[in-house]
């Protein structure tokens, strides 16, 4: 039986406690402090067993020492700090496996929250799938924003479209996502040939399915994700997302195969059918989405 000594989060007092660590959750951050402590405090008011958990931050080479704010959060959440040179949000969090304790690594993005039941979901989830990997539910947290909103929308789609059934090539993002560890290790962890969100998830996903493993969807085990954006940066999201997708293809030594029209067809129906709120607009900014994605995947094709 593993022994584990950290602070309790609701004391701040030095305890010791038994039993075999569960999960390591494995949080990549780069100069978001803010984004970050609201992560913190939502970790450190999860219901599953403190003494089953463990938290770690990867800094990625901020340009800033991280605060007091950040420190007292880090602290109140029973976490620890690993430091590294910027070297992208993958290699971050393949770091932070490197060095955790957990069974399983639950991956959650910097600017998320995770509901208090969501490793209670998760380990359901887990145990009733020896050996499989799992992904959760992402709820936009942010619903007065159309493009926060938009690209929430794109993600729940992809969940639809990617992952019916046995899928041969499954899609979960890396803000919500569990995998036991050693298999994680085992596979090679995340590609970090990809210096840049975009495109690593995918590829991660698509190695752990060919190798014979299974990614199944939790969509009780939710973390709600503020990501706040504006006409610009929602153009600098998909077009990234679009590079990233050119980078997938390279790396796998593979020919792009175009979706069929009937893909985009649904995604600008798909607001319409899931009776979203702003569904016009939402629409019409999946529409721009995937425009910024083809401009991203040229551009990086061109110069790269």
Known sequence: MSIKISRSRKSGAVVTRGGDLRFTIVIPTRDRPRQLVACLDAVARLRFAPERFET????????????????????????????QPPSGPGAARNRGAEVARGEVVAFLDDDCAPNGTWLDELDQALAANPGAGVGGRTVNALPGNPYSSASQTLIDYLYAYYNRGAAPEPMFTTSNLALPRVEFLQI?????????????????????????????YAPTAIVHHAHCLGLRTFLR????????????????????????????????????????????????????????????YAWEIRHR
């Open 237 to 296: 999201q998909h077009f990234n997302y679009g590079r990233g997708a050119a980078r997938f293809h390279r790396i796998r030594e593979s020919a792009p195969i175009p979706e069929p029209p009937s893909f985009y067809r649904e995604l600008i129906l798909y607001p319409w059918r899931e009776r979203h709120r702003g569904r016009a607009r939402q629409s019409a900014l999946l529409a721009v989405s995937q425009v910024a994605n083809v401009a991203g």
């Open 56 to 83: 770690i931050v990867v800094d990625d080479g901020g340009s800033a020492p991280l605060g007091p704010t950040v420190v007292e959060a880090v602290f109140s959440a029973g976490a620890r700090i690993v430091h």
């Open 188 to 216: 090679g962890g995340f590609d970090q040939r990809f210096s840049r969100a975009g495109g690593e998830d995918r590829e991660l996903c698509l190695r752990w399915a060919r190798s014979g493993r299974e990614i199944l």
